[in-house]
Antibody, heavy 120, light 107 residues
Framework: QVQLVQSGAEVKKPGVSVKVSCKAS????????ITWVRQAPGQGLEWLGW????????DFAQKFQGRLSMTTDTSTGTAYMELRNLRSDDTAVYYC?????????????WGQGTLLTVSS | DIQMTQSPSSLSASVGDSVTITCRAS??????LNWYQQKAGKAPKLLIY???RLQSGVPSRFSGSVSGTEFTLTITRLQPDDVATYYC?????????FGQGTNLEIK
């Protein structure tokens, strides 16, 4: 069955970077994109961006430009999200999700979430 | 950015009732609209994609519709397990944006 398993919780100080992993299994990794979404404590969902596993094309929300990277390793079926120059308002649960294969599709499988706490 | 205005922000209904949640887009998004269910402490779950297409495995009590830039999620025969927060999401243009969520409670 399709599974996305994310790396564990992180505690970081302001100004440093974090890299969250998302290991996929149960499907052909290269055939689907990976979306990253975050949720601050008690808040709604926020889209960070998307990466095509097939060709590495990315699309990030403008507010994260310059601080955000997304990569994939097809040899291990793992996607990565790196956020740099962390601020306290980056404290959130970060989710990876598989983007469905259709032209018009949603995120059909999600990781369990990774809690990032940014605090001095 | 396309703003997604979701209403109501919360609602309470009884088991067996039908409820409707509305999401209005500030610009045209055609059918690039998804609905998710998020239970407390869990990851979101895709219910509806492309405005009205039911995701595999989701009960047919859930349905979506669209009229222009107004999208609706309808849940019929409400069950206790439907307690959750529901979000709409437009995937028409970047940045993809979510509605602010609707908290559904059972009376």
């Amino acid at each position: 069955q399709v599974q996305l398993v994310q790396s564990g919780a992180e505690v970081k100080k302001p100004g440093v970077s974090v890299k969250v992993s998302c290991k996929a299994s149960g499907y052909t990794f290269a055939n689907y994109g990976i979306t990253w979404v975050r949720q601050a404590p008690g808040q709604g969902l926020e889209w960070l961006g998307w990466i095509s596993v097939k060709n590495g094309i990315t699309d990030f929300a403008q507010k994260f430009q310059g601080r955000l990277s997304m990569t994939t390793d097809t040899s291990t079926g793992t996607a990565y999200m790196e956020l740099r120059n962390l601020r306290s308002d980056d404290t959130a649960v970060y989710y990876c999700a598989r983007l469905g294969s259709g032209v018009v599709s949603g995120c059909d499988y999600w990781g369990q979430g990774t809690l990032l706490t940014v605090s001095s | 950015d396309i703003q997604m205005t979701q209403s109501p922000s919360s609602l309470s209904a009884s088991v067996g009732d039908s409820v409707t949640i509305t999401c209005r887009a500030s610009q045209r998004v055609t059918r690039y609209l998804n609905w998710y269910q998020q239970k407390a402490g869990k990851a979101p779950k895709l219910l509806i994609y492309a405005a009205y297409r039911l995701q595999s495995g989701v009960p047919s009590r859930f349905s979506g519709s669209v009229s222009g830039t107004e999208f609706t999620l309808t849940i019929t025969r409400l069950q206790p397990d439907d307690v959750a927060t529901y979000y709409c999401q437009q995937s028409y243009s970047s940045p993809q944006t979510f509605g602010q969520g609707t908290n559904l409670e059972i009376k």
